[in-house]
């Protein structure tokens, strides 16, 4: 039988980048709950959203990094909410386009630059070099999982 190599899981890389990950979108959505009375996915959707000014709504899993159903679920609550409004493709009814409501645009105006202000509490211990370097890092680890 082949012998194993020691395995440590706190340095196995997947590891880390999961937990980071996981740590990081918690506290975020503290955040987001507490401040601003939404859920993770609805973040999500009003950064994509936002960013992008009209989304079609088929599109925002992908933007998203969210399943369908969650997206769909999400996007539910926030037409609720009166953050979104969807409305009909003229050439493909089945499809439609998301775009934020006056509300919805105004929340994702002052959430952006708290969340802004959340990340460089946070990245405020790395040096700029690090920083880059952690970006560079990151970029080309999603290029090789693209790849993979």
Request: proline share 3%; hydrophobic share 45%.
């Amino acid at each position: 039988m082949k012998e194993l190599k020691h395995f440590v899981l706190d340095d196995f890389v997947p590891y880390k980048l999961v937990l980071t990950a996981e740590r990081v979108s918690s506290r975020l959505a503290e955040l987001y709950s507490s401040e601003f009375g939404i859920t993770r996915p609805e973040w999500r959707l009003i950064a994509a959203i936002g960013h992008k000014e009209q989304v079609i709504a088929r599109e925002l899993a992908a933007l998203s990094s969210m399943d369908k159903v969650k997206v769909s679920r999400a996007l539910q609550g926030m037409e609720d909410k009166g953050l979104i409004v969807r409305t009909p493709m003229p050439e493909d009814h089945r499809a439609a386009l998301v775009s934020l409501t006056e509300a919805g645009l105004s929340l994702y105006q002052r959430m952006v630059p708290r969340v802004q202000e959340w990340e460089s509490s946070l990245i405020d211990c790395l040096s700029a070099s690090e920083y880059r370097d952690l970006i560079s890092g990151l970029d080309r680890l999603l290029k090789r999982l693209n790849e993979m």
